[in-house]
T-cell receptor, first 113, second 111 residues
Framework: RKEVEQDPGPFNVPEGATVAFNCTYS??????FFWYRQDCRKEPKLLMS???SGNEDGRFTAQLNRASQYISLLIRDSKLSDSATYLC??????????????FGAGTRLFVKA | DGGITQSPKYLFRKEGQNVTLSCEQN?????MYWYRQDPGQGLRLIYY???????QKGDIAEGYSVSREKKESFPLTVTSAQKNPTAFYLC??????????FGPGTRLTVT
């Protein structure tokens, strides 16, 4: 089982649609969770952190379910400019006392006019 | 402007040559990372450093080497021992335990 698993995608949606991305993680001791966005041939950029209480930033809502080890990202009223790959990222401590960051493989989103 | 810079953006080398990729940050971050991304694939960790003069191997360190002599700099050398060096190389930095910020990447092509 992969440490971080995402929907394989791609997702093809019309403008204005609501789209949900799902991510599961295997390490129950994971402490921090993030969603990144990566445009084609560009670097990943932080979209939002994911808090236990859930958080919202405009059209974007992220939620965390620690019991189920599950993270989600919801995009409402999708725009053409939302087309990108969305990466789920999980961070936790490792045996040496440092931090280990695991990136999911990403889910590609295509928003069509 | 604070940020992470990588140079060059595109790099072409002949097989058998070592090549060094630059990564500099002025964010005062302690931790720095090197990732490799192949077409349609996720990020794979090559090396990381949590503090100056210390670094650890990631998941795919074979054929690569790094140094961390200064807090701001974490260069990556792709050696001739790396069997498939052509890839998109991404450098990132973070405060300990926080989210990572990425540089614009270097596309390396080895022929």
């Amino acid at each position: 089982r992969k440490e971080v698993e995402q929907d394989p995608g791609p997702f093809n949606v019309p403008e204005g649609a609501t789209v949900a991305f799902n991510c599961t993680y295997s390490n129950s001791a994971s402490q921090s969770f993030f969603w990144y966005r990566q445009d084609c041939r560009k670097e990943p950029k932080l979209l939002m952190s994911v808090y236990s209480s859930g958080n919202e930033d405009g059209r974007f809502t992220a939620q965390l379910n620690r019991a189920s080890q599950y993270i989600s990202l919801l995009i409402r009223d999708s725009k053409l400019s939302d087309s990108a790959t969305y990466l789920c990222v999980v961070k936790g401590t490792e045996g040496t006392g440092g931090f280990k960051t695991i990136f999911g493989a990403g889910t590609r989103l295509f928003v069509k006019a | 402007d604070g940020g992470i810079t990588q140079s060059p953006k595109y790099l072409f080398r002949k097989e058998g040559q070592n090549v060094t990729l630059s990564c500099e940050q002025n964010l005062n971050h302690d931790a720095m990372y090197w990732y490799r991304q192949d077409p349609g694939q996720g990020l794979r960790l090559i090396y990381y450093s949590q503090i100056v003069n210390d670094f650890q191997k990631g998941d795919i360190a074979e054929g690569y080497s790094v140094s961390r002599e200064k807090k701001e700099s974490f260069p990556l050398t792709v050696t001739s021992a790396q069997k498939n060096p052509t890839a998109f190389y991404l450098c990132a930095s973070s405060r300990q335990g926080d989210e990572q910020y990425f540089g614009p990447g270097t596309r390396l092509t080895v022929t």
